[in-house]
């Protein structure tokens, strides 16, 4: 499928084709406890399909295949694509396929799926609320819109600290959004929410910054941001040393709505007499 391209869309490609062998087996992405936890909380029924956006190495799509009739993962980066479907054919997985494609614009009709998802890619999107336009399209009414992804401080300051240090890591990442922006995003878009839960990862710095192969000068500055961090309190990352290695945290939120069937039609008979 062709999609537009942009320029910040072929950072992205750039990024994810050169981390796509370190990515597939990154334990935050991997971690079964926290992928158990999502398809608990979104609830598929065996007859649902179900569509992943901004797949990668499409461990959810996997995840939520043993539970779903069908699943599509897509993405923009073939090196990711070809990541997912080398750990498809290994787990001999019949039931999902992987698919290019721009999260900004599908292909898929409006209300094509039962599920649809989107796990940790909202702060590498140029258009947020584009992207999450587009999922609600392509979602039936009644049906299930997930997101799970990192979420910035509420304070402006603080949040832009920590995404300058992500920025300097990899410069796809946009920005993390806040909660409170999340949730904006659900309403707006005619979803309502039916379960949401906080949590954390807390990488080791050095290591974040190889998966990611941060080149030296930009890695020399990430260290110098977190070490202040550490000291003054700036993000709310809350830097800490364990057995010298410095960690960080970053907060996370995941969310699961559903789209009402006709909100145009609630909002009539609040406003009549």
Not at 40 to 56: C, M, N, Y
Not at 145 to 170: F, I, Q
Request: proline content about 6%.
């Amino acid at each position: 499928m062709a999609f537009a391209a942009s320029a910040h869309k072929a950072v992205v490609q750039e990024e994810f084709t050169k981390q796509a062998p370190a990515y597939a087996v990154n334990p935050s992405i991997t971690d079964p406890q926290r992928l158990k936890r999502l398809v608990q909380a979104i609830g598929p029924s065996p007859k649902a399909r179900a569509l992943e956006v901004a797949t990668g190495p499409g461990h959810v799509a996997m995840a939520l295949a043993r539970a779903c009739r069908e699943v599509v993962g897509l993405d923009l980066t073939e090196a990711q694509l070809a990541q997912a479907e080398k750990i498809r054919a290994r787990r001999r997985i019949g039931n999902v396929r992987f698919e290019s494609g721009d999260a900004e614009r599908t292909r898929f009709a409006s209300g094509e799926f039962d599920i649809v998802i989107c796990r940790f890619a909202f702060h590498h999107f140029e258009r947020p609320q584009r992207v999450f336009a587009e999922m609600s399209r392509v979602c039936r009414p009644g049906g299930i819109v997930a997101v799970e992804d990192l979420v910035g401080s509420e304070h402006p300051s603080r949040a832009a600290y920590l995404n300058r240090v992500e920025r300097l890591r990899d410069p796809s990442h946009t920005r993390s959004l806040r909660l409170s922006e999340l949730i904006a995003m659900f309403t707006a878009c005619g979803l309502e929410i039916e379960e949401m839960y906080l949590g954390c990862l807390r990488p080791e710095m050095e290591t974040w910054m190889a998966n990611a192969r941060t080149p030296s000068p930009q890695a020399r500055r990430v260290r110098e941001l977190l070490a202040a961090d550490e000291r003054l309190d700036l993000s709310g990352a809350h830097p800490y040393r364990d057995n010298g290695h410095l960690h960080f945290i970053q907060r996370t939120a995941t969310i699961i709505a559903r789209k009402l069937r006709s909100p145009r039609r609630v909002k009539a008979l609040v406003k009549s007499p």
